[in-house]
């Protein structure tokens, strides 16, 4: 008999909920991770220590309330590294302790130390004092993760030329700085900083950003950010980063260089599997390190899966936690849905964005009809109460089944508000449901009301034309 029946590499969302899953199904289930990283890149520098940096820099520099006590308050006026490390600190290790707490539980054994295959049911796990330990499982699911890819042109010294991973790592607030990618991690730091009152200089070299998203959201943002000092330049490529005792030089191939106290890389991220030996296991991983996987997350060989960051796409703490759930009860038999289809997208950026279904721009190339509805925050009471005039909700409404197709959020609570959408579109709800729900008053979730009666309204519009 082998020692477990699940064996788990990597303890981040995936992982985590991979073994939890196994181990409410009453299996045998082991977790392997370094002992410093129990709870993934999302727990140490991915998104819980983001986006509590964010809650830290909203609460520390007052900006959300600018509109209601004018644009001088502040509630700390020189905020420091520490005050914003303080708070990270707390929460990560509040969240470690919970998925330790959870582990041990649901009686999930948790070896520390970095994994590697021997065969196709064997993980070597070398300890921290050097020694291997030989730990045998029926199946196997890797989560490994990725890392920041980092060019290899470029000096990183971690703490004035770092990737994502290192930004706790700065000695002070950079008065200035220069963020190669605009991604959704380069774009959320991107609006802390700036909301630090740091300089920062954008440089993505596709022509525009977050292209998934709504275009107007996208140009709100834009704008938003521009009015904290952010300068943005598209279509332009970095040929080289220099290091000078006073600071950094970013020269771009177009020629242009901009000076800067710091420069942070956010432009993709490899998978961690160059250190698990997988053609011992008869797998393999592509270019950027990822692992190939069917429906049921399972790799070539079938009693190995992969969830999370390493199968690439979406590469979310929400949805890799989905995919290690699922695959863990493929591996016990456990009959399991497919993951839905109607994923939410959150973007932590000031303002913050969410979405969920399609945007205009795809319905407009699909060739499918839709009316907007859009719903205004300053012209709700909840939105000049909290002192957000910029916020909106806009849902893509189908005129002929009157179903929902997008939902498009931009400002205070949208990544919370979507949810309201998504729950209508799951079940199949039409926009008459939102326009006879009665919501709670003065709430943002209103907004929902006021966006269905502009959609109906306009869509009635068109009606009562051809009567
Ligand atoms: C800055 C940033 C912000 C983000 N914000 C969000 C957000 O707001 N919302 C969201 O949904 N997602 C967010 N993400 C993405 C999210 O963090 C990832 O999708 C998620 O962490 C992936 O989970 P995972 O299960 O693949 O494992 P990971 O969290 O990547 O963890 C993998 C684990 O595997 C371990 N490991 C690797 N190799 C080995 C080995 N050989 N042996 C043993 N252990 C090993 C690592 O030590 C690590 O602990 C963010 C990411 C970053 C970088």
């Given at each position: ?332 038999g456990e009959p399991v ?65 009157r179903k929902l ?63």
């Amino acid at each position: 008999m082998r020692d477990f029946d699940l064996l788990v590499i990597g303890s981040g969302p995936g992982g985590q909920k991979a073994a939890i899953a196994a181990a409410k199904l009453g299996r045998r289930v082991a977790v392997v991770d370094r002992p410093d990283m129990v709870g993934g890149v999302s727990i140490h520098t991915g998104t819980i220590p983001s986006k509590t940096l964010r809650e830290a820099v909203l609460y520390l520099t007052g900006l959300t309330q600018r509109d209601l006590y004018g644009q001088s308050y502040r509630l700390k006026e020189d905020i420091t590294v520490a005050d914003l490390t303080a708070r990270t600190s707390h929460v990560v290790s509040r969240e470690v302790d919970v998925i330790r707490n959870q582990l041990s539980r649901n009686h999930v054994s948790l070896f520390a130390g970095t994994g590697r295959f021997v065969d196709d049911h064997t993980v070597a796990l070398r300890e921290v004092t050097g020694h291997d330990r030989m730990l045998s499982a029926d199946n196997i699911v890797i989560a490994t993760g990725t890392r920041p890819a980092r060019p290899a042109t470029v000096e990183f010294d971690e703490r004035t030329i770092l990737d994502s991973d290192n930004v706790l790592n700065l000695e002070q607030v950079p008065r200035s700085m220069v963020i190669v990618g605009a991604g959704v991690i380069g774009m959320e730091y991107a609006s802390m900083f700036a909301a630090l009152g740091s300089k920062i200089t954008v440089v993505e070299q596709r022509p525009g950003m977050l292209d998934f998203c709504d275009v107007e959201v996208i140009e709100s943002l834009k704008y938003h950010l521009r009015d904290l000092a952010v300068t943005f330049r598209f279509g332009e490529t970095v040929a080289a980063v220099e290091k000078h005792p006073k600071g950094t030089l970013t020269i771009l191939e177009s020629g242009k260089k901009i000076p800067a106290d710091s420069v942070m890389y956010s432009a993709g991220r490899q998978g961690l599997t160059d250190e698990l030996d997988l053609d011992k296991a008869g797998l393999s991983a592509d270019r950027r390190g990822r692992i190939t996987v069917d429906e049921h997350y399972r790799t070539e060989v079938p009693h190995i899966y992969a969830v999370g960051d390493v199968i690439g796409f979406p590469a979310l703490a929400a949805t890799s936690m989905e995919q290690g759930r699922t695959a863990a009860y493929h591996a016990c038999g456990e009959p399991v849905n497919r993951m839905h289809d109607l994923q939410p997208i959150g973007i932590y950026t000031i303002p913050e964005i969410s979405f969920i279904g399609k945007t205009e721009d795809q319905l407009t190339e699909d060739c499918v009809p839709f009316e907007v509805g859009i719903s205004r925050y300053r012209e709700l009471a909840r939105g000049q109460i909290i002192g957000d005039s910029h916020g909106m909700l806009k849902l893509l409404v189908s005129p002929e089944t009157r179903k929902l197709l997008g939902v498009h959020c931009f400002g205070t609570g949208a990544t919370e508000l979507i949810h309201i959408g998504q729950s209508v579109m799951g079940c199949g709800g039409t926009v008459d449901y939102l326009v006879d729900a009665v919501f709670n008053y003065p709430t943002l979730a209103e907004s929902y009301k006021v966006a269905a009666l502009d959609a109906t309204n306009k869509i009635r519009q068109i009606d009562r034309l051809r009567d």
